[in-house]
């Protein structure tokens, strides 16, 4: 049996209040109170171009009896079920088979999955796609007739939303699975990630707006209207505010019962994320049944911590490695005929305003600003939750505080968020470009799992076993958020009308919708500058520290925080 870690100073509850409360202010003020203007203004009609009265739920009436909402509903959710086959079966299976195989196959994919997630782009792949409505396009880029006829265009967006996406929801779908094969229970541990990312890649399609707007812009005849469209299209396409709200509002319903769902399994199922140590980081895992963290009676009559070790490790057979091996370059094949129409337009692509450096300084500065920002406050909140746990082995509970906007990003909020900068005077300002969002709730769930798994199992004090070790996935999200807000299309559309205001993905759909070109500058939104900088630092973190994580669920080990 381990000894049990040092007992908490009795301030460390105090403390971890009021790490806290930066995050419950950012809350409040970022995510609570536009949440509330939302509503509040779903219950009125007019908008900017006439005077606003109160008309009650007459909005929600009409929206609920119009089939155009539940199209959009409907459609919507559709565009989510090939992505959910990546994430739920292809992605746990590919994990499956690069864990198996050893380091450096494993290692091998991560690289090449951390290259899907930097150069993704939503509007570059619509203007790729665009390159398809010329005469007589070329290979794969004919299937873009499809999207000229209503029966058809349906069908069409979907096959091009799933070919667009596979690659960046497998990469990330993956590295959430690998560290739960590391764990000390691979089944539950994997039954709950694949619960998070199905929840995760649902709430993510239903705000889907970027490659639609650029490609159909919910036609022909509304058949490929989404609820993010269809929210646009009432509040800043007819300036009628009240529908609008009101579409906004059932999605952040939708989006706040999925994101209680997912805070619930992850804490019900006592969910941890923990470091493995380097030497136990590089082979297979041989056996799940030892506990993660060297906790045996023969590790700690061998004088060990309780520190995450891993389970046992072997050497992968000839088998496993062929295995792996094959998976990887079935992945690449696959990876690069889904994304050679983009591939092709980005070679193909010529110097524009898009990619000019105003366009990449309105496009980056704000977006790793508030990256910076979001998760900031996120991580005080973690370490105060998760690391110092205020409520004691119930402290992961107090996520449920944030839980309903755990996966609302701009969309749902944008009607209320762009009153509020009309208000103070910020529309068309670069201080408008900058996300309205002071929390990122994500950030915040992931990095409090991790502090309480480090300190669970750490006999260090607080600085060296809980924050430091998890300082480095601060970072990582943070760029993560920051690739996230580099490529949103729809809040600096809404804010900004000043062409040298424009962001590259707005300046690329502008590009689009004039027909200035007839052949668009797909790589603007992903200069080969900012790919070879997120590149680096993806396979950086993929392989000094992501490679090390351990994920671990309904561990009944409790180990007493070091504070």
């Keep these: 049996m381990t000894s049990p870690a040092p007992a908490p100073q009795t301030s460390a509850p105090a403390l971890g209040w009021l790490l806290a409360v930066p995050a419950l202010l950012g809350t409040l003020i970022s995510l609570v ?3 509330g203007q939302t509503i509040w203004l779903s219950l009125h009609s007019g908008g900017v171009l006439r005077e606003s009265t109160y008309t009650g739920t007459s909005n929600y009436t009409k929206l609920l009896g119009d089939d155009a909402f539940w199209q959009a509903l409907g459609f919507s959710l559709s565009l989510t079920l090939f992505p959910l086959l990546t994430a739920v079966v292809v992605a746990p299976l590919l994990a499956l088979a690069l864990d198996r195989a050893g ?17 993704f782009s939503p509007v570059g792949v619509a203007a790729a796609w665009m390159r398809g409505m010329a005469p007589e396009p070329s290979g794969v880029l004919g299937l873009v007739e499809g999207l000229r006829e209503p029966a058809t265009a349906p069908g069409t967006l979907r096959l091009i939303v799933a070919a667009a996406t596979f690659g960046v929801i497998c990469a990330l779908a993956v590295t959430a699975f ?51 469209g269809l929210q646009y299209d009432y509040a800043f396409r007819m300036a009628e505010f009240g529908p609008g709200a009101s579409v906004a509002a059932l999605t952040g319903v939708i989006l706040g019962v999925l994101g209680i769902v997912a805070t619930v399994i992850a804490v019900a199922a006592r969910l941890r994320i923990t470091v493995v140590p380097a030497s136990h980081a590089g082979m297979p895992s041989a056996s799940h049944d030892m ?17 995450v070790g891993g389970p046992e490790r072997r050497s992968p057979g000839a088998v ?5 091996v094959a998976a990887l370059v079935v992945l690449v094949a696959v990876g690069l005929f889904l994304t050679w129409p983009w591939i092709d337009g980005v070679l193909a692509s010529t110097g524009s305003e898009a990619g000019a450096l105003g366009a990449q300084v309105n496009t980056w500065v704000p977006a790793v600003s508030g990256a910076i920002m979001s998760v900031g406050v996120a991580y005080l909140g973690a370490l105060g939750i998760g690391g110092l746990r205020p409520l004691g082995r119930h402290s992961e509970w107090l996520l449920l505080a944030f839980a309903p906007w755990l996966f609302v990003t701009t969309g749902p909020l944008g009607v209320a968020n762009w009153q509020n900068m009309r208000n103070l005077g910020l529309i068309d300002s670069f201080l408008a470009l900058f996300p309205p969002v002071l929390v990122s709730v994500p950030a915040l769930l992931v990095l409090t799992l991790l502090c309480a798994g480090l300190a ?17 996935m601060a970072g990582i999200l943070a760029g993560a958020v920051a690739l996230m807000n580099a490529q949103d299309l729809l809040w600096p559309l809404l804010v900004v009308q000043k062409t040298a205001l424009f962001t590259a993905p707005v300046a690329q759909t502008a590009q689009l919708g004039a027909f200035a070109t007839t052949t668009p500058d797909v790589g603007a939104a992903t200069p080969l500058i ?3 900088v997120a590149l680096a630092g993806a396979v950086a973190a993929q392989l000094l520290y992501l490679d090390r994580l351990a994920i671990t669920a309904n561990d009944s080990r409790s180990h007493t925080s070091a504070a």
């Design 33 to 35: 109170l536009p949440t």
């Design 103 to 119: 380091t450096w196959p494993r290692r091998a994919g991560r690289i090449v999955l951390s290259l899907a997630v930097v150069t």
């Design 178 to 228: 690998l560290p739960a094969l590391r764990g000390s229970r691979v089944a539950p541990a994997m039954l709950v990630v694949g619960a998070l990312v199905a929840i995760a890649t649902v709430a993510v399609g239903l705000q889907a707006f970027s490659i639609g707007l650029v490609l159909t812009r919910g036609g022909p005849e509304r058949s490929t209207e989404t609820l993010a």
């Design 291 to 307: 506990p993660v963290g060297g906790t045996t009676a023969e590790g700690a009559a061998a004088g060990g911590s309780p520190a």
């Design 320 to 324: 496993a490695v062929a295995v792996g």
């Design 456 to 472: 669970e199992r750490t006999d260090k004090d607080f600085f060296a076993g809980v924050f430091l070790p998890s300082l480095p």
């Design 530 to 532: 900012a790919v070879v």
